[in-house]
């Protein structure tokens, strides 16, 4: 284990000690907490070439190199959550791996609601306070970007594969000045004073709730049905970067594969499998 690290159970104290919920320590989680890391992904994929299964959770109260989608940085500040989830797919066919993803964010926006369903007038209807899922790996608090998912798989020797997904959330402080749109926030600007080892504890139990559900894939239209219900923009005008091109119209769905559906102008529906997603006026602007 690397230095400065602790499985459960071992070397944490305290009321501010990181912790798995109950139902993820039935399910058979584990946790390993670090001082530092320079990525919780990547030290979950080291765990993974060592020859750990998982479900094994990796947190670190300071993170140096976080990364997010095709290579950007993330910025991991003092008091918010870095973690990462090695997570078992033995009988996991792999058309379905990537629907992690959407599993993953369903966890994230319950576990955001439960941590904060104390606070005054939470209740998701003020939409400056409503908690939303932006394709493809993004959460949304009101209008600036409260978090985001990294999802990233490894075929190791042997022919074994590790998928690791990595959450970074913004909770006791939003990162200044960057050109990003939409601007970050944080749980901290609404009143939460619960830190990210309360959010952690709750994740981690509606991450297994939200994959008993997927059931490895053969239940993914429950998953996308919720992910729908709680997607960002839904109907709404959009603009996405894609392959060099931008591509404009309504946000009409996601379909069985996970993928974007844009209805253009014309009536034609265009399928995006990745790409940089932008709502109303800054799909305008794009």
């Not at 797919?89 to 609601?113: K, M, N, S, T």
Request: net charge neutral; with cysteine; proline share 5%.
């Amino acid at each position: 284990m690397a230095a400065g690290s602790a499985q459960e159970g071992t070397a944490q104290r305290g009321p501010s000690a990181y912790r798995l919920g109950e139902a993820a320590r039935a399910g058979g989680h584990r946790l390993h907490v670090h001082d530092r890391l320079g990525s919780t992904n990547t030290e979950a994929l080291e765990r993974a070439r060592a020859g750990e299964a998982g479900p094994l959770w990796v947190v670190t109260r300071s993170q140096e190199a976080g990364r997010g989608r095709r290579g950007n940085a993330w910025a991991s500040l003092p008091g918010n959550l870095a973690a990462s989830v090695l997570w078992p797919v033995p009988r996991v066919a792999p058309e379905h791996l990537a629907e992690l993803g959407f599993v993953a964010g369903l966890a994230l926006v319950g576990a955001i609601e439960a941590a904060c369903g104390t606070l005054p007038d939470w209740d998701g209807a003020d939409p400056a306070r409503s908690v939303r899922l932006k394709w493809p790996n993004d959460v949304l608090l009101g209008h600036g970007k409260l978090a985001g998912l990294l999802l990233e798989a490894e075929t190791l020797p042997g022919g074994r594969r590790a998928v690791v997904i990595g959450f970074g959330v913004n909770v006791a402080a939003a990162p200044e000045g960057l050109p990003a749109k939409p601007q970050p926030t944080c749980l901290a600007a609404m009143g939460y004073a619960g830190g990210a080892e309360t959010l952690l504890e709750h994740l981690s139990d509606h991450l297994a709730a939200q994959a008993r559900a997927w059931d490895g894939g053969r239940n993914f239209s429950l998953v996308r049905a919720r992910w729908l219900a709680r997607a960002a923009g839904l109907g709404s005008e959009i603009a996405v970067t894609s392959g060099g091109q931008i591509l404009r119209g309504l946000f009409e769905t996601i379909d069985e594969g996970g993928r974007l559906v844009i209805l253009g102008p014309d009536d034609s529906r265009r399928i995006v499998t990745a790409g940089e997603v932008h709502f109303g006026t800054a799909a305008t602007a794009a």
